[in-house]
Structure formats: C-alpha cells, structure tokens
C-alpha cells in the first residue's frame, strides 16, 4: 500500500470518494425560539472517533440526540449507512447510546442490564447468554454479573453502561459525556481503553464532551461547536495548531492574542502591524487584503527567551514578569507588555531544578516566536 | 474524630432515649393499649353489668384467685358460618375493589405525573378537593345517584339505553361503586408520588436499546412502581375490609361484612365479647398476610443480591 491509499484508509474524510456513515444535512433543531442545532452540515467515516466538544448549551447534546432518535429535527436530514433515518423512532435505529447517567435499570442485575437489548431482537437465549458473557469479559466486570446497580461504584456503573450500549453490535455508539461522571485518575485510564476497544471493535464513536483534554486524547476528529453551529471539523493537532477562527483558538488551550492588521501580504505568511506598534510576520492560509484587521494567535509553549531583541525586531516584545505560576513540569509565566493590554502567557518547561532558574518576578525580559508557530485569524 | 469514639455524655443519652422513646410511648398508649383491652374483653363472656363483660379474674376464698377465660366467642366465629361468610366476603369486596382501584387508579397517577408541571397541581387538586367534604355525605350522595329514581336510571333511561330502572342500590355493586369513588385517591396519590420520581431516561434508555413504548411500560415502568401500587393496594385493601359506613349505606341484606357484623354485635346485641372477637380475628387475617408478603419480598431482594 502506498502512502497515500494508507492516509486515505486512516482519514478518510481525506479521500473524495470516500461515503460517510454518518450524514448530517443542514439539521436544525428549535426549542420554542431557541436554536439549540441551527443548519447544521457533518459527515462522519465509517470507523471514527468523533467528537462533539463545545461549552454547555452549544447544541452538542440535542446533536447526539438527534442521532439516536430521542429528538427529531425541525428541519434537515440525517443519514446513517446510506439510509435516511430522520424519522426513524430510536428503537428502530441501528445505533446505541450510553447515557451521562448511565441510565441503568435499577431494578435488573448487570447480566439482565446487559442482556436488555438482546432480548428486545428476540435473539435465541443460548446466543444472547454468550454474547452477554463476552461482553462481561470484554469490560472486565464478569464477576459482578449478579449485582444490581445501587451495588456498583461508578467507575462499574460506567463499564455496564458501556457493556450494555455494546451488546447489540450497534453500527454506530453514541457517548454522552462518557467519563463525565468518574475522577480524574479513572478518567485517564479509561480514556486509552475506550480508544482500544474501539479500535477492537470498529465501531464508529460519537462522544459528546464539554472537556477539551479528554476529546483532543481520544478522537481521530473533533467538532468545535458554539450556538448550534460547528465552528472547525478538523483532526486534534490541527485544531490545536491551525484554529480556523478566534473562537476555536481561545476555545481550545491558551493562547496569545494581539489584534492588528495586514500591512503586507505574501503567498502564506502577512505581516502584521498590531496595535501595540510591533509588527508581526504570521502563517496565514490565504492572502489578505491589505488593512483587513486581523488577529494574532501565539500559543504559550511557542513562546520563548529572545536573546537579541531589537527595537525594530519582527515578532519580538519586551515586557516584565508579573506572575508565575509553577506547575511541576513547566512554568507558566505571564508578562505584562503594556498596562492596557492582556497579559502574554509564556510556558517554558522546567528543564533545570525551580530553583536555579533565571527568571523571577518584577524582571524584564525580552520574548520572541518564530513566524511559522503563529497565525493570522479573522474573526 | 475524638468525639465520635467517646462515650456519649449523659445529656446526650437522654436526648437519644427520648427521641426514639416518644414514638414507642406513643404506639404503646394509643395501639398496644387499645389492642390489649380488645383481647382482654374477647375472652369475657358477655353480662348484665357496667361495662357489660365479666371480670377477667377474682379472689375466692382466700388467696385463691379464679381467672376466666372463655374461647367460646372464638368458636362461635369459627362454627357460625355467618360470621365465616362475612370474613370471606369482606376479603372479596377487599380484592376486588383494590383491583378496580388500581385499574382506574394507575392510568390516572400516569397522566398527572407525566402531565406538563403547570398542570399537576389543579390536575392533583381535583383528586383532592372531594376530601373537603365529609365522608358521609359523599357516600350519601351516591343513594341519590343509584336508586331506582335516581340520577343514574334517569339518565340511560333518558338516553333509552334501558327501559327500567336497573336495581344497582343495596346490592353488592353499590358497595363496589361506593367502595372505589372513596378509596379511589388513596391508591394514586402513592402510586403519583412514585411515578414522578421515575428517571425518564430510563425509558429513553429502553428505547435505544430496542424496546417499542409499551413493552418499555411493562419491562420498565410497572416494575419500577411495584412500591407504589403495593403502598396503593394496602391503603385501600386494608381499611376496605373493615369497611362499615359504605355497606351500611349502599349494600343491600345479602352486603355481608366483618364491619356491619360488628356494628350489630357492639350496638345492637351488646355482646362486646363476641364484637372484640371479631375485631381480634379480622386483625389477625390482616397481619398473618401482610407479614408473610413482608418476608417474602426481603428473600426476593436478599436472592438477587
């Protein structure tokens, strides 16, 4: 297999002829006045980890729930495999979804929990008990087969959920906030093993996340979603490192943003003259006009000590340290420019003992990022 | 925690004793007492006397003392086939309307509590408003409704479904008329406040995983209820067995219950012993079962533990 069959197995959303599993078609969703999902457009590719990321009230749960069939859209339509499910009821939806709650019966054990989906098919009972006990296996929690609910912890009500919303061999899982409800060190071990399992599995993911580690960790791609409308679809890394818009930049991490405009434009790169009078030579990805306000984004780690800082000097700025926060493995510094203006964030990484290191508050200091870890944004 | 290990100090002893004491006092006074003076009088033999029972015990001669018990009020309930009948057709009544209650009753609690919130408090109204009225007169009402000129024969008269008056008043079928109309609320108040507790996404849940609206009812919905429609059917069951105003006003000769059986014994027939009896057997009918189903549905949770 060639490079390029191989990037377009592994991405397909890469790869022009490849059809979507997943078809979302200008989906609009109205609670009275409100547009919780407002003409919105997704496909998603057959094996993905996708995942819907956005603050509270951005849409991303009506989505989910339009996908599974618990809402039903104003207006739009909505394929799965290649076949219009819009009006399709959730129970007759080849799609399964585990709920924040885990919405566990209360009054059925695991196994019967587990086993609630299967015997809504009718399957035989000899297969239904082995595919009951694979599953148990799959999520390691045989040994509470005979428990019910009110008798797990959480991290095990999370597993049944899961096992449960398995256990039908869905085409499609849907995750509402998966790891929401478990603590951070559970969280992070299970991040990896949702990821493993699916892989294993090949089923196409669908998780609904506020939390922006757990989705850049897990997903092949990420929605940033703001007021009912997708702001960027893109990869992790390239979310992280090419937002689209300002939005998407201070939505995910920190960043640095000084507003200007284009006073030069060549091929992939402007040149910036921001309002606090330095200029600056950013990545952009298409030519501006020249004198379109722009935005500056730097991420913090992009930032560091410059050693020959010149009066006229391009990316270059002089301020003094106002604050440090120290995290163990890097420092966040943040340095005051101009007193109107926000704070520049710097993260070194700590490579020498505290201690022994060179800045401190109240000192000046000189700063400087190279022009290919920067970007132009418009609004 | 220091606190906690060390020994309580006495002020707080007598607080502990005195809250869960209080209780016990009071069930003491109010039932056990009560309950004892009925047992006491069932094994008395009935006299012309003030109160109108014999002495349970006396001193004769000298410290010698004669106690009298008398199981004959016992036997007599047990070989008067009379008093067997009422028993069993008390139960009847019982079941019977518990079950019509529950019929009528559970749509009912299932509307209000999947009802839009702003409803749910005139919609609950209305199911209690009937309270403000006394008992009596309601049930009084209902002769009016059911007697041969009443409302009820005007009416499909009047609509020509029938062309006499059906005889529904002092038959068993006003009883069950009258028993239902009152008892009604007592079974969907629990069963709503069971209802509305009930998580939605639960049902969402079934849903996804395949199940259609009314299998997701049985499979998840009924089951999760099952405290309230037990809680429901126990406050109805049990005071219908005893029941006595709504026969008395509404049932007919052949109406026969435990409560007008002992209305008559304690009123008309002065023979408080054979009433107490009476009183002491229906108790024991009520508990024996209650408790058994007690234990049964502990084994059941303890089996699926």
Redesign the interface.
Request: net charge positive; no cysteine.
């Given at each position: 297999m060639n490079a390029a069959a191989e990037r377009r197995l592994l991405e397909p959303w890469q790869d022009p002829k490849a059809a979507p599993f997943v078809r979302i078609e200008r989906l609009t969703k109205q609670f009275g006045d409100l547009y919780a999902v407002d003409d919105l457009s997704l496909d998603i590719f057959q094996g993905e980890f996708f995942s819907l990321l956005g603050s509270s009230g951005c849409g991303k749960s009506t989505l989910l729930r339009m996908l599974?069939?618990?809402e039903y859209p104003t207006s739009g339509r909505l394929y799965i495999d290649g076949v219009d499910v819009t009006e399709v009821?959730?129970?007759?939806r080849p799609?399964?979804?585990m709920?924040q709650?885990y919405?566990?019966?209360?009054?059925m054990?695991v196994e019967q929990n587990v086993e609630?989906?299967l015997r809504?098919?009718r399957m035989p009972r000899a297969e239904r008990a082995e595919r009951v006990s694979e599953m148990l296996e799959l999520l390691r929690i045989a040994p509470l087969r005979?428990?019910?609910p009110d008798?797990l912890s959480g991290g095990q009500r999370q597993r049944v959920a899961l096992a449960?919303?398995l256990a039908?061999h869905p085409k499609l899982l849907l995750l509402d906030e998966p790891l929401g409800a478990l603590d951070k060190r559970l969280r992070e071990n299970t991040q990896f093993e949702l990821v493993n399992l699916q892989e294993r599995l090949g089923i196409t993911f669908v998780t609904v996340t506020h939390d922006q580690e757990e989705a850049m960790t897990m997903s092949t791609r990420i929605a940033i979603m703001d007021a009912g409308q997708i702001m960027q679809v893109d990869t992790p890394t390239a979310i992280y490192e090419f937002p689209s818009c300002r939005f998407v930049a201070e939505f995910i991490g920190s960043v640095n943003l000084f507003e200007g405009k284009v006073v030069e434009s060549s091929g992939d790169e402007v040149l910036v003259e921001s309002r606090i009078g330095r200029s600056m030579r950013v990545r952009a990805f298409h030519p501006y006009a020249l004198g379109t306000p722009v935005t500056v984004a730097v991420r913090p780690e992009k930032v560091r000590l410059c050693l020959d800082y010149r009066e006229d000097g391009v990316n270059q700025l002089r301020g003094v340290v106002e604050d440090i926060a120290y995290l163990g493995d890097v420092s966040i510094y943040r340095i005051r420019i101009d007193a109107a203006l926000p704070r520049v964030q710097m993260t070194l990484t700590n490579i020498q003992p505290r201690t022994e290191q060179a800045l401190t508050w109240d000192q000046e200091v000189a700063i400087e990022w190279s022009p290919n870890s920067a970007m132009a944004l418009s609004e | 925690m220091s606190t906690a290990s060390a020994p309580l100090s006495r002020d707080s002893r007598l607080s502990r004793f005195v809250n869960i004491g209080i209780p016990y006092v009071w069930l003491g006074i109010f039932f056990l007492l009560p309950l004892l003076i009925v047992l006491r009088i069932s094994i008395a033999e009935p006299a012309l006397a003030q109160p109108p029972y014999t002495a349970l015990w006396e001193w004769i001669d000298q410290g010698v003392l004669q106690i009298h018990i008398n199981l004959q009020n016992f036997i007599l309930v047990w070989e008067d086939s009379i008093y067997l009948d009422a028993f069993l057709n008390s139960l009847w009544v019982a079941l019977v309307c518990t079950l019509l209650c529950l019929l009528l009753g559970y749509p009912m609690a299932y509307a209000l509590a999947t009802s839009p919130e702003r409803w749910r408090v005139p919609l609950l109204m209305l199911i209690i408003l009937p309270f403000w009225t006394s008992f009596l007169i309601r049930v009084y009402a209902w002769i009016g409704i059911l007697k041969p000129q009443g409302l009820l024969n005007h009416a499909l008269m009047g609509i020509g479904l029938i062309d006499e008056p059906l005889a529904i008043l002092h038959t068993q079928i006003a009883v069950y008329i009258g028993v239902v109309y009152s008892y009604l609320p007592f079974m969907i108040l629990p069963l709503y406040a069971n209802l509305t507790r009930l998580d939605p996404t639960l049902l969402e849940a079934a849903a996804d995983l395949g199940c259609r609206p009314l299998r997701a009812f049985w499979r998840v919905t009924l089951p999760l209820s099952s405290a309230g429609i037990v809680a429901g059917s126990m406050l109805v069951f049990i005071p219908v067995v005893g029941e006595f105003v709504i026969p008395d006003l509404l049932g007919g000769p052949e109406t026969l219950m435990v409560g007008k059986l002992l209305w008559g014994e304690f009123f008309g027939n002065k023979d408080w012993p054979l009433a107490s009896a009476l009183a002491v057997v229906l108790l024991a009918l009520l508990v024996v079962p209650f408790v058994l189903m007690q234990r049964i549905e502990q084994r059941i949770e303890e089996g699926s533990r």
């Open positions: 599974a069939g618990l009821p959730p129970y007759a799609v399964n979804m709920f709650s919405a566990l019966f209360p009054h054990t609630f989906g809504q098919e005979k428990r019910k008798q449960r919303s039908k | -």
